[in-house]
């Protein structure tokens, strides 16, 4: 079987070694240009640019699907399949062309999180359980039928950067089962139930802004569901103070939302119904530093309030 892979980060990463461990011929992996990072602008490749050679792969990087010569390129290659982990929204010519189709790996349980950013909205939303889903594209985005799932429990500690660490190593073996069960022709299709659906949209900045008068587990979601990138954050002393760890407190304290309490090396912040402790932190101009580490350089006076503005 010839398959096209395409993919961009890192979290796609994983799909593409178990496809060529499983011993099946990726014909060419498709991926996103080389950008500029950093505040150097230092020209970087993709994740599955990197992985992709490494590996002996061919590789095609394209800035626009509907490129006639990268359409040319990819009829030529005549895929018997292509597989789509974390890259972009593919128009019909494209994910037409294998003979048996397009999947695509999407990082939650469809029809709940059909979007950009499932793996964040998840988190911030509390769900104790999410997963992934193998499904053929059609024209609607997250719309397609699913070929399979796989679920897994959310910790209550658990951040967005590390469920999607296990979430690609999960995905990369689902990847291969479901190139499996199409080359057998066992694949039973599910229909998604449209009515269940729910949105993960792209995340900005004003996304990430805490709100402390809200209970405070809604507020430990908040925070892990946007660690580590972008970053829940508050403002301390007129300084943007990004926050990447908490942990609920279980204790009430008499203290209006967005008050600081300090004790013995530990940084608290009052929210409407109690505390989180908040574990790390990093504040603007500085290195990312753990609380105890933090107070020992900065000083936080009583009373200090955390606020959504500079002002």
């Known amino acids: 079987m010839k398959i096209v892979f395409m993919g961009t980060p890192e979290f796609a990463v994983p799909s593409l070694r178990a496809i060529v461990q499983a011993g099946y011929e990726v014909a060419a992996v498709v991926t996103n240009p080389d950008e500029p990072q950093g505040r150097g602008l230092k020209v970087f490749p993709p994740a599955v640019k990197t992985a992709a050679l ?4 061919a590789v095609i990087q394209v800035e626009s699907l509907k490129d006639p010569e990268f359409l040319r390129k990819l009829r030529g290659i005549a895929p018997d399949l292509m597989v789509v982990v974390a890259f972009r929204i593919l128009p019909k010519e494209v994910f037409t062309v294998p003979r048996l189709g397009t999947f695509n790996l999407h990082s939650s349980l469809l029809p709940k999180y059909r979007g950009a950013a499932p793996i964040n909205w998840a988190v911030v939303n509390g769900e104790t359980e999410t997963g992934i889903t193998a499904f053929f594209l059609d024209e609607k985005m997250d719309t397609g039928k699913v070929i399979l799932q796989k679920k897994t429990d959310i910790g209550e500690n658990e951040t967005a950067g590390e469920l999607t660490a296990r979430l690609s190593v999960i995905g990369a073996a689902a990847v291969v089962e479901t190139i499996k069960l199409i080359e057998s022709g066992n694949v039973k299709l599910i229909d998604q139930e449209n009515s ?12 990430c802004a805490i709100e402390w008068n809200r209970p405070a587990k809604e507020v430990h979601d908040f925070i892990r569901g946007f660690s580590p990138e972008p970053g829940a954050f508050t403002f301390l002393n007129g300084k943007m103070l990004k926050v990447f760890r908490t942990r609920l407190a279980h ?17 608290f ?37 955390l606020t959504m503005s500079r002002a």
């Open 269 to 305: 912040a009052a929210c409407s119904d109690g505390l989180v402790e908040i574990l790390e932190l990093q504040l603007e101009g500085k290195k990312r530093l753990a609380a105890a580490e933090f107070l020992r350089g900065a000083r936080v006076a009583a009373g200090t309030n």
């Open 196 to 207: 269940l659906a729910t949105r993960a949209p792209k995340i900005s900045k004003d996304d």
């Open 251 to 267: 204790e009430r304290a008499n203290l209006p939302a967005g008050s600081v309490k300090v004790e013995t090396g530990r940084l």
């Open 54 to 57: 490494e590996l002996g792969l």
